[in-house]
């Protein structure tokens, strides 16, 4: 399974940004599999953003983005986007889309793309 994100820059506060995620490999072959959205920023731990199915039926957001930014798929081009919207300067970080079997609302994603920086100005 390869995943390949792209999107980031820098935007200005209360800006917004799309990110995008094109997947790959036999996980996208299954009918139950789960996408998601982590950010990193420098000195903090690994944050789950958003998750959703691969029916898009299901989506969850963490209460730091709920409202801000919407995660949605494309089955048939096996991608994964993130609208961004209202950026704040915390938004700052490294976004990192995951791939796994299951649900999207557990932690257990196996799949990670290698990652695309977002900065946001105050």
Request: charged residues 20%; glycine residues 14%; proline residues 3%.
């Given at each position: 399974?390869?995943?390949?994100?792209?999107?980031?820059?820098?935007?200005?506060?209360?800006?917004?940004?799309?990110?995008?995620?094109?997947?790959?490999?036999?996980?996208?072959?299954?009918?139950n599999?789960?996408?998601?959205?982590?950010?990193?920023?420098?000195?903090?731990?690994?944050?789950?953003?958003?998750?959703?199915?691969?029916s898009?039926?299901?989506?969850?957001?963490?209460?730091?983005?709920?409202?801000?930014?919407?995660?949605?798929?494309?089955?048939?081009?096996?991608?994964?986007?993130?609208?961004?919207?209202?950026?704040?300067?915390?938004?700052?970080?490294?976004?990192?889309?995951?791939?796994?079997?299951?649900?999207?609302?557990?932690?257990?994603?196996?799949y990670?793309?290698?990652?695309?920086?977002?900065?946001?100005?105050?």
């Open positions: 399974v390869q995943l390949q994100a792209s999107g980031g820059g820098l935007v200005q506060a209360g800006g917004t940004l799309r990110l995008s995620c094109a997947g790959s490999g036999r996980l996208f072959e299954r009918y599999y789960a996408m998601g959205w982590f950010r990193q920023a420098p000195g903090k731990e690994r944050e789950f953003l958003a998750g959703i199915d691969w898009g039926s299901m989506r969850i957001y963490a209460d730091s983005v709920k409202g801000r930014f919407t995660i949605s798929n494309d089955n048939a081009k096996n991608t994964l986007h993130l609208q961004m919207s209202g950026l704040k300067p915390e938004d700052t970080a490294v976004y990192y889309c995951a791939a796994k079997l299951g649900r999207p609302d557990t932690p257990n994603y196996s990670w793309g290698q990652g695309t920086q977002v900065t946001v100005s105050s």
